[in-house]
């Protein structure tokens, strides 16, 4: 079982940036892929970003790509998310989620446990 627990969300202007953390708990965290994902008021939950258990494999949605970048320290059980050169569309609740099989995927489905979020809003 791993808990997660996201912080580091708030109001900043766009072209400014914030960086999500993600604390998870539990021993094996080293051993899981993890993602970041969000969800925009009457939209689907979407792909942001994933890393491998190692941090040897990243991907991103292409939205994001370029202005954001995940990375993982396994000694704290954390994940972060840095994100710059905001944009008004980036507003959304950010959820970090944990994958048993390691692996940096883009796809909800794959992922076994979830935060309870963190809002972001992108002001114009």
């Known amino acids: 079982q791993v808990q997660l627990v996201e912080s580091g969300g708030g109001l900043v202007q766009a072209g400014g940036s914030l960086r999500l953390s993600c604390a998870a708990s539990g021993r094996t965290f080293s051993s899981y892929g993890m993602g970041w994902f969000r969800q925009a008021p009457k939209k689907e939950r979407e792909f942001v970003a994933a890393?491998?258990?190692?941090?040897?494999?990243?991907s991103y949605a292409v939205s994001v790509k370029g202005r954001f970048t995940i990375s993982r320290d396994n000694a704290k059980n954390t994940v972060y998310l840095q994100m710059s050169s905001l944009k008004p569309e980036d507003t959304a609740v950010y959820y970090c989620a944990a994958d048993r099989t390691g692996l940096s995927q883009a796809t909800l489905y794959n992922y076994d446990y979830w935060g309870q979020g963190t809002q972001v809003t992108v002001s114009s």
């Open positions: 890393i491998s258990w190692s941090g040897g494999s990243t």
